[in-house]
């Protein structure tokens, strides 16, 4: 069974400083790796994802994440956080299409980010 | 273009009593998903769809049932509300790039 673990529960940083948002997974072939960002009482927004190629993927508002397959990672990355970074994150493993998962998604428990100006 | 929405927004039930949570999507995508929110665990997922007349269950099916009769609409019963249903409830929806889009959810508390 596929499994998503968010190590850091609550994350506070100061505005400007860089971010790392930690992400392990287990799954047996190679995954769907996405991240998803939500801000209070909202739903959830599309950061990035990785299903193949590059290792490094570019997201929207800065973020980048890296796959590591001997680490079984995909942690999250901003050089400057933004006071308006302050959301909760998810990290989601996802399986591929053709087999008889149907693209369900497992989630990590989420990670709430707290920027001090 | 809506994207996916959510019906309704906030509900407050009895224990006991019933509803249904509807998603609708104008994004003619395949599959579509339900799933609920609860502090530190994360969203997990009741029940899914892979198409118009096809339901399966998720992670934690117990206590709801769904149903797709229109590819755009995929629907959320509770039969009998109890008091552990208090949740968000979040639709998604995606065609078969993986890519799951998000409805803005509702809140429902049970009492």
């Known amino acids: 069974a596929q499994s998503v673990t968010q190590p850091d529960i609550h994350i506070t940083v100061s505005e400007g400083a860089s971010l790392e948002l930690r992400c392990n997974y287990s799954?047996?072939?190679?995954?769907?790796l996405f991240w998803y960002v939500q801000s209070p009482g909202q739903g959830l927004q599309l950061l990035l994802k990785?299903?193949?190629?590059?290792?490094l993927v570019q997201g929207i508002k800065g973020f980048e994440a890296e796959f590591k397959r001997s680490q079984s990672s995909f942690n999250l990355r901003k050089p400057s956080v933004h006071w308006s970074d302050a959301a909760e994150y998810f990290c989601?493993?996802?399986?591929?299409?053709?087999?008889?998962?149907?693209?369900?998604?497992?989630f990590g428990q989420g990670t709430i980010l707290t920027v001090h100006p | 273009n809506a994207g996916v929405t959510q019906t309704p927004k906030f509900r407050v039930l009895k224990t006991g009593q019933s509803m249904t949570l509807l998603c609708a999507q104008d994004m003619n995508h395949e599959y579509m998903y339900w799933y609920r929110q609860d502090p530190g665990m994360g969203l997990r997922l009741i029940h899914y769809?892979?198409?118009?007349?096809?339901?399966a269950k998720g992670e934690v099916p117990d206590g709801y049932n769904v149903s797709r009769l229109k590819k755009q609409n995929f629907l959320l019963g509770l039969e009998s509300a109890a008091p552990s249903q208090t949740s968000v409830y979040f639709c998604?929806?995606?065609?078969?790039?993986?890519?799951?889009?998000f409805g803005p959810g509702t809140r429902l508390l049970v009492l």
């Open positions: 990785y299903f193949s190629g590059d290792t």
């Open positions: 799954y047996g072939a190679t995954p769907y």
């Open positions: 998604a929806t995606s065609g078969r790039e993986e890519t799951q889009y």
């Open positions: 989601a493993v996802g399986e591929a299409a053709g087999g008889t998962s149907y693209g369900k998604l497992t």
């Open positions: 769809s892979v198409g118009e007349g096809t339901t």
